[in-house]
C-alpha cells in the first residue's frame, strides 16, 4: 500500500479550489481559477465530484424542463437535455465508455487493449455501445421530463459521479503515463466526503428513495470494474467514465421504475 492510502484516514484535506479544480477536470465550463494550484490538487478536488454533477444535472434538467413546459415534445426535451449535458462536459464520459467497449471487446492483450482505448478513432463496438447508453439516458431522461422532477435530475448528476471517486481510490492504475495517472491517488477521507456530498444532495433532492437509489449505482459499476481488472489490469480515465455512464443510467431506471 503506497503512503497516500497508508494515511488515508487522517483530516479531510479540503480546499475551496478545489471545487472549481473538478469542474475544470470534468466539464468544459470556463472557470477563473489558478491552473497551477487545481492540477495540484487534482486528486484532492475528487470530493466535489458530486457537487458537480449535480450542477450538470440541474443545468440540463432546468433546460430540458422548460422545454416542455413550453410545449416541446418530450423525446426533443430529452434530446436538448443531453445535448447541453454534453456540450458542458464536452462528452468526456461518453467517450471513456465507447473506448472501454472498444478496447475491452477488440484487444488480445492488455497493452492492446489500452492502445485501441487511447485510439481517438470510434469502432463498432463502441459506436453500438455508445448508441444503446444514448438512448437508454434518453429514455430514462424522458420519463423524468414527464414527471417534471427537477431534483431527480440533480441527483442522478451528484450519485452518478460517486463510483469514480471509489474506483480511484480503490482500483490500481492501468497506465501509469495516462490521464487518469496526473491526477493522483485518492485517499479514504476524500472518499468519505465525496460519499456523504452525494448522500446528502440526493437526499435533499429525492428523500429516503436516495439510499437504495446509492447502492444500486455502486453495485451495477462492479462488472465494469472487474472486467477493467481482468482485461487492463486496473482503470484508467476511459473506465470512470464508463462508470459514470453506467451509474447514471442505472439511476435513472430505479426513477423511471418509480415513477
Not at 202 to 217: D, F, N, R
Request: glycine residues 12%.
Amino acid at each position: 500500500m503506497n503512503d497516500m492510502r497508508s494515511t488515508g484516514f487522517a483530516k479531510p484535506d479540503l480546499d475551496p479550489v478545489d471545487i472549481a479544480a473538478a469542474f475544470t477536470l470534468l466539464t468544459r465550463i470556463p472557470l477563473p481559477v489558478n491552473h497551477a494550484r487545481a492540477g495540484e490538487r487534482a486528486a484532492q478536488a475528487a470530493w466535489a465530484y458530486p457537487l458537480v454533477g449535480a450542477v450538470l444535472g440541474l443545468v440540463a434538467g432546468l433546460i430540458a424542463i422548460s422545454l416542455h413546459w413550453i410545449g416541446v415534445s418530450t423525446g426533443i426535451a430529452s434530446a436538448s437535455g443531453l445535448g447541453v449535458l454534453m456540450l458542458m462536459t464536452g462528452a468526456l464520459h461518453e467517450d471513456g465508455i465507447a473506448d472501454c467497449a472498444d478496447g475491452f471487446g477488440g484487444g488480445t492483450t492488455p497493452a492492446r487493449r489500452l492502445e485501441i482505448m487511447k485510439d481517438s478513432r470510434i469502432g463498432a463496438f463502441g459506436a453500438a455501445t455508445l448508441i444503446v447508453v444514448l438512448l437508454a439516458r434518453w429514455s430514462g431522461y424522458g420519463t423524468v421530463i414527464e414527471g417534471n422532477w427537477l431534483a431527480a435530475f440533480v441527483a442522478v448528476g451528484a450519485i452518478s459521479r460517486l463510483p469514480m471517486v471509489l474506483v480511484m481510490y480503490a482500483m490500481p492504475l492501468a497506465r501509469p503515463d495516462g490521464f487518469a495517472a496526473t491526477v493522483g491517488m485518492v485517499t479514504a477521507p476524500t472518499v468519505l466526503v465525496a460519499a456523504a456530498l452525494a448522500l446528502v444532495l440526493s437526499l435533499l433532492c429525492l428523500g429516503l428513495l436516495a439510499i437504495p437509489l446509492m447502492l444500486v449505482t455502486l453495485l451495477v459499476c462492479l462488472p465494469l470494474c472487474w472486467l477493467a481488472w481482468r482485461r487492463i489490469g486496473g482503470y484508467s480515465g476511459d473506465v470512470l467514465g464508463g462508470c459514470q455512464q453506467i451509474a447514471e443510467i442505472a439511476a435513472l431506471a430505479v426513477l423511471s421504475a418509480v415513477l
